[in-house]
Structures are given as C-alpha cells and as structure tokens.
C-alpha cells in the first residue's frame, strides 16, 4: 500500500506537470515579417490575455508573496534593469533587492496591497503578480488602462513555464532556456544516482511557529512545493494523504507521532531553523521518533529566504533534502559550493559578493 500510494503521488504530480504546461501561461507571437516583429500575445497562468506592441521597460511587481514573482523576474538581466518597484514586505526582501537590483531604491517601494492608484504613480508598461492575486487587484488595473500578467509558479513545471512567459515578456527567450537547462542539468544528476536509493525514508516537512508565544507546527498540502522537494529528493513524504485544502494544515504531537517519520525537516520563517530542530531534537517526545532516535530532524537552511518557497530557491532545497536524505549517494555534494553556482548563475554576483553577502545568512543544518 505504501509503494502504491507513492506511486499515486508521483503520477498525480506528472499529470499536474502536464495540465501546467498545456493550460495556462502561453506565449503567443505572431511570425516575423522581414525586420519587424508581430507584436507579443501573453495569455497569463489565470487565462487573462495582454498584448504589447514592444517589450515593457517598466515593469512592477505588486501584490502579496511578492517576492516569489520578483525573485524569478530577477533572475533575467532585463527584469533587474526594469523592475522600478515591488512591495515592502520584510526587510529581507529589501536588502535582497538591493544587493541584486542596486538600481531599485527600496525607499519608494509600494505598501502592503497597494492599490491602483498607487501603482499608476509608477507608470508601468505591466504589472506583474502571483495568480491568485489577480482575481481581486487584476480587474481594478484594467479599468484604468494598466496592463498586468499573473503568474503561478508553485510547482516545478509552472516555473519552467512561467520563465519561458517572461523570457517572451522580456524578449529574451534564450536566458528563460538557459535557465531552465540549470535545472534541469542539477536535477538529472541528482536523479541519476537515485537509481540505487531503494526504500524511500519516511519524511516529514513541518513548519513551526510560536507567534503569540504558542508553539504551533503545521504541514503543506500534497500538491505544494514542498511535498514536491521531498518525492523529488528521494523521500516519502508521510502527511500528503492527510493533508487537505489549499493552505498549511495544522497537525498535533499526536498525529505526527501516528506518521512515525524517518527524518523531520524543521521550517521556521524568520527564525533559525538549526536552532528550533536542536530543541526538538533534545525533547523526549520527538527524541520518542524514529527520526529523534536516529537524531535525523534537520533545519531547513535559509539565506534571504527559506529554501522551501517557490521561487528560484527551490532547488537549492532540493539539492539539500537529497544530501540529508541519502549520504551515502549524495555526501560529497558541498552545499556551500551548490549555493555558489545557484547565485553566480542566476543572479550574476561574484563569488566574493556571494561569500560576503549570502553565506554568512545561512541559517538550518548546512552540512
């Protein structure tokens, strides 16, 4: 029954693959007539439409989980020139601005659900936001004439797809294929010696939390990007038959001690994550787990942002579920050195920018 549920999870993610890639976020551009360009036909991740006549110079991202969109337009050249402005939410994202953008002055940047009107003052040749914001803050731009494109960009296939919408968006088709050819590259190494993983350890991602002084641990659902790292990383993740809705669930000592997980990777926005799977490692109930047992409740690392979110980060995540997963397949990957190549690649920074400014942030069991 485990084998077959696995198998179920699998093929439930192939098809969301699938229905992501022949769905939504299409590009349209009509042929090429001698010297001049037709112009550009976006039909966004909701099914809304937008045509340009030439590639927008002037782009803001707006709405909530802005950095998720920012921190993939950003991974082009042209989105770090364009991009005039985002939303302030957490000083995080301005000091990640700033280090990647440096022409972005984080001082002008919008409230928290800006309006139109504020947006208008920016002058943007298109909006961009996550999917599910446009349904309320999409209809209000178009009314006064500013064009905006909504992207999803939850699961692995998604964010192929919305990074060949951008690389149209932004003429520049070649850099959305280039950076789709890194991931795809890290990832086939990493399934290549998967081949020889056998049983699949029992994992359990959790985010923890003790806002209001109230320790609260909750699991993603089945089809978000963190129960995706945990299949792609060679585990079985326990929660994704009981997890339900389209939001975090919030699980009890009792119904994560019913899952008796393998190994717990430990989620704390905002927080060290190294720090809280220390404690949980050294309390007699989780040390009561077969993950507690083997001491195998890990961190989640971080640098600007936790490597569980959807945006570019993601792989990193992958890549390091791997290595704490299955040492023995994966223990001469150097984290540090994977950190390296993910922001030279698609940031552009320098190796001593990187060692300056992004690895003394990392938080969680960095190997």
């Given amino acids: 029954m485990k084998?077959?549920?696995?198998?179920?999870?699998?093929?439930?993610?192939?098809?969301?693959?699938?229905?992501?890639?022949?769905?939504?976020?299409t590009t349209q551009t009509p042929p090429t007539t001698g010297a001049e360009a037709g112009p550009i036909v976006i039909i966004d991740d909701t099914g809304h439409e937008e045509r340009f006549e030439t590639p927008p110079q002037r782009?803001?991202?707006?709405?909530?989980?802005?950095?998720?969109v920012a921190n993939t337009l950003l991974t082009f050249p042209e989105g770090r020139e364009r991009m005039v402005t985002?939303?302030?939410?957490?000083?995080?994202?301005?000091?990640?601005?700033?280090?990647v953008a440096p022409n972005l002055d984080p001082d002008t940047f919008l409230e928290r659900d800006a309006g139109p009107e504020q947006i208008?003052?920016?002058?943007?040749?298109?909006?961009?936001?996550?999917s599910y914001v446009a349904e309320k803050l999409g209809p209000s731009l178009e009314a006064?004439?500013?064009?905006?494109?909504?992207?999803?960009?939850?699961?692995?296939?998604?964010?192929?797809?919305?990074?060949?919408?951008l690389g149209t968006l932004l003429d520049d088709e070649a850099r959305a294929e280039e950076?789709?050819?890194?991931?795809?590259?890290?990832?086939?190494?990493?399934?290549?010696?998967?081949?020889?993983?056998?049983?699949?350890?029992r994992v359990l991602v959790i985010s923890y939390s003790d806002k209001g002084g109230e320790v609260a641990f909750k699991v993603p659902p089945a089809g978000w990007i963190q129960t995706t790292e945990a299949v792609m990383a060679g585990g079985e993740p326990v929660w994704a038959r009981d997890a339900q809705g389209n939001n975090w669930n919030v699980v009890g000592f009792e119904q994560i001690a019913a899952w008796q997980p393998e190994v717990v990777f430990v989620i704390a926005y905002n927080k060290d994550s190294g720090d809280i799977a220390a404690r949980l490692r050294a309390d007699e109930n989780w040390q009561s787990l077969p993950a507690g047992q083997a001491g195998a409740i890990y961190g989640f690392p971080a640098d600007y942002y936790s490597?569980?979110?959807?945006?570019?980060?993601?792989?990193?995540?992958?890549i390091w579920m791997s290595r704490m997963l299955h040492p023995q397949l994966y223990g001469d990957l150097?984290?540090?050195?994977?950190?390296?190549?993910?922001?030279?690649?698609?940031?552009?920074?320098?190796?001593?920018t990187i060692d300056e400014m992004i690895i003394p942030r990392l938080t969680g069991d960095v190997p």
Avoid at 3 to 25: E, N, P, Q, S, Y
Avoid at 181 to 195: I, N, T
């Fill in 59 to 68: 782009i803001v991202v707006a709405g909530r989980a802005t950095f998720i």
């Fill in 334 to 352: 150097e984290i540090t050195a994977e950190v390296h190549e993910f922001y030279r690649t698609l940031y552009g920074m320098s190796d001593e």
């Fill in 86 to 99: 985002g939303e302030s939410r957490g000083i995080q994202n301005m000091e990640f601005y700033r280090l």
């Fill in 3 to 25: 084998k077959m549920w696995l198998l179920f999870l699998l093929l439930t993610i192939l098809v969301g693959a699938m229905t992501a890639c022949t769905g939504t976020g």
């Fill in 179 to 201: 950076i789709i050819a890194f991931y795809h590259e890290k990832l086939d190494r990493l399934e290549a010696r998967r081949a020889d993983v056998g049983e699949r350890p």
């Fill in 144 to 165: 006064i004439g500013i064009p905006y494109v909504a992207l999803d960009l939850e699961t692995p296939e998604q964010f192929y797809a919305d990074l060949r919408l």
């Fill in 307 to 318: 490597w569980d979110t959807p945006d570019p980060h993601w792989l990193l995540g992958v």
């Fill in 120 to 130: 208008a003052a920016f002058d943007p040749d298109v909006v961009l936001m996550k």
